[in-house]
Each structure stands twice: as C-alpha cells, then as structure tokens.
C-alpha cells in the first residue's frame, strides 16, 4: 500500500472534551476525533458498522465508545465492534504536535483510492 503523509492541524486538545468527541470532514468524510480521560486521541470514520449512529454522539470510556444508536461498543484503537457484536469503522493516524490534535490526511486520500 502506497503511505502519502499529510499531516493537517484539526484542533487543539483542549477543543475536545475529556471522553467526548468532536466531528470533522476530510475529503467529504465525517470523522470523529475523541479524547480519553488520559488524553489519548484516535480517529474513526463516525459511522457505526451496525445502523451508521454516530459514534461522535457516543460515551467514551478507556479506549472505546459506545454507539448512541443501539449501544454497539467500538474498541478505538482496533477500530472492531466487541463481542458479541460483529463489524469494523475505518481508522485513521492521528497524534498529538505538543497540545495539537493531527490527522494523517492522506492516508484517507489513499483509503479512499483503494
């Protein structure tokens, strides 16, 4: 798979709640962007694999969000439903640039021409 980093300034860490999420779209994609009690951030497109909730309206807790749909639990770092649920969201590289929320925006350029 060919990698084209593109790393783009989305917010600052404080922009996002402690175990909240916020929404951004990149290339036309919703994603949602959340932040753990322990400041970790992940990215995930902000469909549940389930019914399409939005999983940025969701309850974060540890690593993982809960769909505010029909409670499907969504491990962030894996991107995988958990059992006994079955399914996957998209996942895309975000870190931290000091107190600078990132997105690897080309790596969705990428996914998206696969």
Not at 21 to 27: D, E, F, G, L, N
Not at 28 to 46: K, M, N
Request: aromatic share 4%.
């Amino acid at each position: 798979m060919m990698t084209m980093e593109n790393w783009i300034d989305l917010c600052g860490l404080d922009d996002i709640p402690r175990l909240g999420a916020r929404q951004v779209m990149i290339s036309g994609i919703p994603v949602a962007v959340f932040r753990t009690s322990a400041d970790r951030v992940f990215a995930v497109e902000d469909r549940c694999p389930h019914k399409g909730g939005p999983l940025s309206q969701g309850i974060v807790h540890g690593n993982a969000v809960a769909c505010p749909l029909h409670n499907w639990v969504i491990d962030l770092e894996l991107g995988e439903a958990r059992a006994p649920d079955v399914g996957c969201v998209r996942r895309f590289p975000v870190r931290l640039a000091g107190e600078t929320v990132q997105l690897d925006a080309g790596a969705i350029v990428v996914q998206a021409a696969e």
